[in-house]
């Protein structure tokens, strides 16, 4: 179950504000690596150790005035449909305004859980003035100034408190999903893999999940394809718009193993796709990237390594993933596309034997050790796989806080050139023995 959080309201009451201060050490990280990411406004986040998703509804907006407060109410629509829960944000240094109204009057008919923030409450002497917000009928009002943090971790205390428990997973099937930009082709691989006799696939439908499980079983393949785009709208928002597009992928690749990112190869790897692919490194999930159309290029024999190259340097740091080039309307390497992503799957969920483990990273450890910090030496003792749905590794140590984070780099990269974990993010972790 996908835990996503919208932040709605008005412009200018500080949504955004807020948005980063709750992402802002993650957001730090990737800002170190490319500039490409910095415009984003879906996030993963965490409280409290539960892992939800953020997102910024203010990101969404685009276009002149008029069109504005339509897109405003779209949002909020969207939101109660497919968040888990609504932080309505409202701004006390200008009390209730016509929108605001407005915006309360839907939130209050609607049965998801909404939090109402007053925002801009910097100092103790305004918390009397938040008390008129009490005339929406929202319930509590959450002083909250998202400039200095204060009062932001007593509203995502309530508001992680109505996060449903992760439900047992059901099925030991690989999931995959195929996400991408609008007419990459995205329906018509699951109709190719589906085939005009769509008797053969069982939609499973599961009680509170919001993506149908497709199972498909064929050609010495089974998995379960996640899709949302077949799912049946409770409401009249367009489809089309941003925002309900990008709240799908999130509960499609939540729900997911490994997912499929489609690019059309006459426009290559855009910042929406680089979002995505964070979002999926992030989530722990395996990955391929399927250049679609590649019917539609002139080529020569450099052609795909130059485009693998150009996609790689977009996603650096993490570029151990497989690209597949695929002309779905010419069916070419469709079922390669399913090879790659089962062996991402396997990847993603093997477990190397400790013995076999230590030999080789001790070894590696011995020929390379972590550099000496204030004449202390490292010793790495041995390493084991942890458990868990993702590859972990730890490697137990005498001083791990001197491991520095080029030298972990370094062993992710040897635990990938020996044990092949193409297209899966792994953690590591320096321990104490
Ligand atoms: P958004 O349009 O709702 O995303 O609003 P922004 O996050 O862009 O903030 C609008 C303005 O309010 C900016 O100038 C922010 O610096 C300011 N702002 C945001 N949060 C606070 C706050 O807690 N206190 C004060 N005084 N200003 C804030
Ligand atoms: P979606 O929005 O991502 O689901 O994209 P669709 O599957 O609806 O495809 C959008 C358009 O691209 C349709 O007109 C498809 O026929 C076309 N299309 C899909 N795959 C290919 C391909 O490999 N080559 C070419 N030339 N067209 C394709």
Same mark, same amino acid.
Request: glycine share 6%; hydrophobic share 40%.
């Given at each position: 179950?996908?835990?996503?959080?919208?932040?709605?309201?008005?412009?200018?009451?500080?949504?955004?504000?807020? +948005?980063?201060?709750?992402?802002?050490?993650?957001?730090?990280?990737?800002?170190?690596?490319?500039?490409?990411? !910095?415009?984003?406004?879906?996030?993963?986040?965490?409280?409290?150790?539960?892992?939800?998703?953020?997102?910024?509804?203010?990101?969404?907006?685009?276009?002149?005035?008029?069109?504005?407060?339509?897109?405003?109410?779209?949002?909020? *629509?969207?939101?109660?449909?497919?968040?888990?829960?609504?932080?309505?944000?409202?701004?006390? @240094?200008?009390?209730? =305004?016509?929108?605001?109204?407005?915006?309360?009057?839907?939130?209050?008919?609607?049965?998801?859980?909404?939090?109402?923030?007053?925002?801009?409450?910097? *100092?103790?002497?305004?918390? *009397?003035?938040?008390?008129?917000?009490?005339?929406?009928?929202?319930?509590?009002?959450?002083?909250?100034?998202?400039? @200095?943090?204060?009062? @932001?971790?007593?509203?995502?205390?309530?508001?992680?408190?109505?996060?449903?428990?992760?439900?047992?997973?059901?099925?030991?099937?690989?999931?995959?999903?195929?996400?991408?930009?609008?007419?990459?082709?995205?329906?018509?691989?699951?109709?190719?893999?589906?085939?005009?006799?769509?008797?053969?696939?069982?939609?499973?439908?599961?009680?509170?999940?919001?993506? /149908? !499980? /497709? *199972?498909?079983?064929?050609?010495?393949?089974?998995?379960?394809?996640?899709?949302?785009?077949?799912?049946?709208?409770?409401?009249?928002?367009?489809?089309?718009?941003?925002?309900?597009?990008? $709240?799908?992928?999130?509960?499609?690749?939540?729900?997911?193993?490994?997912?499929?990112?489609?690019?059309?190869?006459?426009?290559?790897?855009?910042?929406?796709?680089?979002?995505?692919?964070?979002?999926?490194?992030?989530?722990?999930?395996?990955?391929?990237?399927?250049?679609?159309?590649?019917? =539609?290029?002139?080529?020569?024999?450099?052609? $795909?390594?130059? +485009?693998?190259? !150009?996609?790689?340097?977009?996603?650096?740091?993490?570029?151990?993933?497989?690209?597949?080039?695929?002309?779905? @309307?010419?069916?070419? !390497?469709?079922?390669?596309?399913?090879?790659?992503?089962?062996?991402?799957?396997?990847?993603?969920?093997?477990?190397?034997?400790?013995?076999?483990?230590?030999?080789?990273?001790?070894?590696?450890?011995?020929?390379?050790?972590?550099?000496?910090?204030?004449?202390?030496?490292?010793?790495?003792?041995?390493?084991?796989?942890?458990?868990?749905?993702?590859?972990?590794?730890?490697? +137990?140590?005498?001083?791990?806080?001197?491991?520095?984070?080029?030298?972990?780099?370094?062993?992710?990269?040897?635990?990938?050139?020996?044990?092949?974990?193409?297209?899966?993010?792994?953690?590591?972790?320096?321990?104490?023995?």
């Amino acid at each position: 179950m996908a835990n996503i959080v919208a932040i709605v309201g008005r412009p200018n009451v500080g949504k955004s504000t807020l +948005f980063n201060r709750l992402t802002e050490s993650r957001k730090a990280i990737v800002d170190d690596f490319s500039g490409v990411t !910095r415009d984003r406004h879906y996030e993963t986040a965490e409280w409290i150790g539960k892992n939800f998703t953020v997102i910024d509804t203010g990101g969404f907006v685009h276009g002149s005035d008029d069109v504005f407060e339509e897109a405003i109410r779209d949002q909020v *629509h969207i939101a109660i449909e497919e968040a888990s829960a609504i932080i309505f944000m409202v701004d006390v @240094t200008t009390g209730i =305004t016509d929108l605001d109204d407005e915006i309360a009057d839907i939130l209050r008919r609607s049965s998801k859980p909404v939090y109402v923030a007053a925002n801009k409450v910097d *100092h103790a002497k305004l918390h *009397h003035d938040s008390a008129e917000f009490y005339a929406f009928g929202l319930g509590e009002i959450y002083n909250v100034s998202s400039a @200095t943090g204060s009062g @932001t971790g007593e509203l995502l205390d309530a508001v992680v408190s109505t996060f449903e428990d992760e439900p047992e997973d059901d099925t030991t099937l690989a999931k995959y999903t195929i996400v991408g930009r609008p007419n990459v082709g995205k329906s018509s691989l699951t109709n190719a893999l589906l085939g005009v006799d769509r008797n053969i696939v069982t939609p499973v439908a599961g009680t509170t999940r919001d993506s /149908i !499980r /497709i *199972h498909y079983k064929q050609f010495g393949h089974e998995f379960l394809l996640i899709d949302t785009a077949g799912l049946r709208r409770k409401s009249k928002v367009n489809e089309d718009i941003e925002f309900y597009s990008v $709240m799908r992928t999130i509960k499609a690749l939540e729900d997911s193993d490994v997912v499929l990112l489609m690019l059309d190869a006459n426009d290559g790897i855009e910042a929406q796709d680089i979002n995505i692919f964070h979002l999926a490194e992030k989530n722990r999930k395996g990955i391929v990237i399927v250049v679609n159309k590649w019917d =539609t290029i002139d080529k020569d024999n450099k052609t $795909m390594k130059e +485009f693998e190259a !150009r996609i790689k340097e977009k996603i650096a740091p993490f570029t151990d993933i497989p690209i597949v080039f695929t002309s779905v @309307t010419e069916k070419q !390497r469709i079922f390669k596309t399913l090879e790659v992503a089962a062996k991402v799957y396997e990847n993603k969920t093997k477990k190397i034997p400790t013995s076999k483990l230590n030999e080789v990273m001790l070894q590696v450890i011995e020929n390379y050790p972590p550099p000496a910090l204030k004449g202390k030496y490292i010793k790495v003792k041995y390493v084991t796989q942890l458990p868990g749905r993702t590859p972990m590794f730890a490697f +137990f140590c005498n001083l791990p806080q001197y491991v520095k984070d080029p030298y972990k780099r370094y062993i992710e990269n040897k635990l990938r050139e020996h044990f092949d974990f193409e297209g899966v993010p792994i953690q590591i972790y320096f321990r104490q023995k």
